[in-house]
């Protein structure tokens, strides 16, 4: 789908997939406005296909535009651009366990000028992808890096956006993070280095509590410059089910070892649309390395793992009406 200045969006098309021709002087390729979404379609248990939450993945698209000056798609738009492109790449829907047909959809300028302001015309498109069960061998800790040396996002910047440029300010953590022999990257704030803010592609969680007590879990609070993950937000409601109390607040590397080290911390564990959740085993920073409780997978996390897989694959009731349903 296109959009231009004065015009708004036009010629909506469904292509098979084919490279595209970009001229030199493209807006996108000098100044990066460019914005995307992660999201998955599932097989149900009688073969239909549903998508899991797409009008907050329409939201979260339109207010990455905002920030990058860019137009807004109308939510009604992209869930029907993403129902189009399903509906018709359906045999390629995996039917088994945690697999998926991964969704891409994203927008970029498409003017052609050298001048540094918003751009006149935009492509919006959606690509997608069959996507294997992202551990096929059972859930394996991933180890993290604490980057200390450089930081994803500031206040003030695009660090809630879903914005290319975010990527491209993460990839030299992630290689350093891949020296150090660890697999994810650990983002701290901006201002102090201190307080927890995300993971390269994923947000965290923290659980407390004694191993046969009531558990406490916390998530990092929404600091501005840390992405609103559609998982982060979903696992808030499917913890309370649960009958866990859980919470948004603010952990410092400082309270992580602490707890960690006392006892009172029993799990952390990453979420996101790629991996659901994924346990984190060991962290590794400048300053100490420490190994994340017993460094195995959690209790709560293994449950709010297939609490949520369960509704994303239609195993579990979508309480909360989170599944579009494609028929
Ligand atoms: N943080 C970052 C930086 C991400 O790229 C992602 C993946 N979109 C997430 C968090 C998790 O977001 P979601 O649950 O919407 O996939």
Avoid at 78 to 98: C, K, N, Y
């Amino acid at each position: 789908i296109r959009w231009t200045e004065g015009r708004g969006w036009h010629d909506a098309q469904l292509v098979p997939y084919a490279p595209l021709s970009i001229d030199p002087a493209n807006m996108t390729l000098h100044y990066a406005q460019t914005i995307f979404e992660g999201m998955k379609a599932y097989r149900q248990p009688d073969g239909t296909i549903a998508t899991f939450r797409p009008t907050a993945n329409a939201e979260r698209f339109q207010s990455s535009a905002r920030r990058l000056a860019m137009p807004e798609l109308p939510v009604e738009t992209f869930v029907a651009a993403i129902d189009a492109l399903v509906t018709q790449d359906r045999a390629w829907v995996p039917s088994a366990g945690e697999q998926s047909l991964y969704l891409r959809p994203f927008m970029f300028a498409t003017e052609v000028g050298l001048g540094v302001r918003p751009a006149n015309e935009y492509l919006f498109i959606v690509i997608a992808s069959p996507a294997g069960a992202y551990f096929p061998g059972g859930v394996k800790p991933v180890s993290v890096w604490l980057s200390e040396e450089y930081v994803r996002a500031a206040p003030g910047g695009t660090g809630a956006a879903k914005a290319g440029g975010n990527y491209a300010a993460s990839l030299v953590a992630q290689a350093q993070a891949a020296e150090q022999g660890c697999d994810q990257v650990v983002w701290l704030d901006a201002i102090e280095r201190r307080w927890i803010e995300e993971m390269g592609g994923m947000n965290l969680y923290f659980v407390y509590g004694q191993k046969d007590g009531k558990r406490r879990i916390v998530t990092p609070e929404l600091s501005g410059s840390l992405l609103p993950g559609i998982t982060r937000a979903s696992l808030l409601k499917i913890a309370a089910d649960l009958g866990y109390e859980v919470s948004e607040g603010r952990i410092s590397v400082d309270d992580w070892k602490q707890a960690n080290a006392d006892g009172t911390l029993t799990e952390v564990f990453a979420c996101g649309t790629a991996a659901a959740i994924t346990p984190v085993g060991s962290v590794k920073s400048t300053r100490a390395d420490w190994t994340v409780a017993d460094g195995q997978p959690g209790e709560v996390t293994m449950k709010l793992r297939r609490a949520l897989l369960d509704i994303q694959t239609g195993r579990a009731a979508d309480t909360h009406g989170w599944m579009h349903q494609l028929g």
